[in-house]
C-alpha cells in the first residue's frame, strides 16, 4: 500500500511540473526497463502475427496451408516451446504471412527504437520590420546620449 502511495504522489509530481523527468533518456538508458521495452515489442509483433493466423483461419487473409516452417515432430511440446508459443507466438507451424508480418512489424520498430535521437533544436524567431525599426530608434538614442555626455 505504501508503495502504490508513493507512485501516486511521484505521479502527480510528474504531472503538476514540480519533477522535470525527460522520460526518454530515462527510459533509453535504464537496463531494466530497455529489456521490458525490448520484449513488449516482440510480444506485439506475436500479437499482430495471431491476428493475422486468425484472419487466415477464417477465409479473410489467404495462405493457411503455406507453410513458413512445420516442426511439429520435434518435442516442441515440452514446457520451454509452450512458454515461447504462449508469449511471443512462435509455434511449430507458423504460416508465411504470419513470420512476414512479425518480421515486417520488428525491422521498423526496432529500427526507431535503436535510432540515434538527437537533441532537439529550437530556431530562433524571425526578426520583424518592427523589431529592426525599433532596435534601430535604441541604437540611436543611446548613441545620441554618448555624445552629449562625452
Do not use: C
Not at 43 to 58: K, M, N, R, S, T
Not at 77 to 93: Q, V
Not at 124 to 133: F, G, L, N, R
Amino acid at each position: 500500500m505504501l508503495g502504490l502511495l508513493t507512485a501516486v504522489l511521484i505521479g502527480l509530481a510528474i504531472y503538476r511540473g514540480v519533477v522535470h523527468l525527460n522520460l526518454s533518456v530515462f527510459f533509453r538508458f535504464t537496463g531494466a526497463a530497455l529489456i521490458i521495452i525490448i520484449i513488449i515489442i516482440i510480444i506485439a509483433a506475436g500479437v499482430l502475427g495471431y491476428g493475422v493466423h486468425d484472419l487466415q483461419g477464417a477465409g479473410i487473409l489467404p495462405g493457411l496451408n503455406t507453410l513458413a516452417w512445420d516442426i511439429e515432430g520435434y518435442r516442441v511440446t515440452a514446457w520451454y516451446g509452450t512458454l515461447i508459443k504462449g508469449i511471443f507466438n512462435l509455434g511449430p507451424r507458423m504460416t508465411a504471412l504470419e513470420v512476414l508480418t512479425d518480421v515486417g512489424y520488428l525491422v521498423p520498430t526496432m529500427f526507431l527504437f535503436w535510432r540515434p535521437v538527437g537533441p532537439v533544436e529550437v530556431a530562433a524567431p524571425k526578426a520583424t520590420a518592427t523589431d529592426v525599426s525599433e532596435v534601430t530608434m535604441v541604437s540611436a538614442r543611446s548613441s545620441a546620449v554618448s555624445e552629449t555626455s562625452a
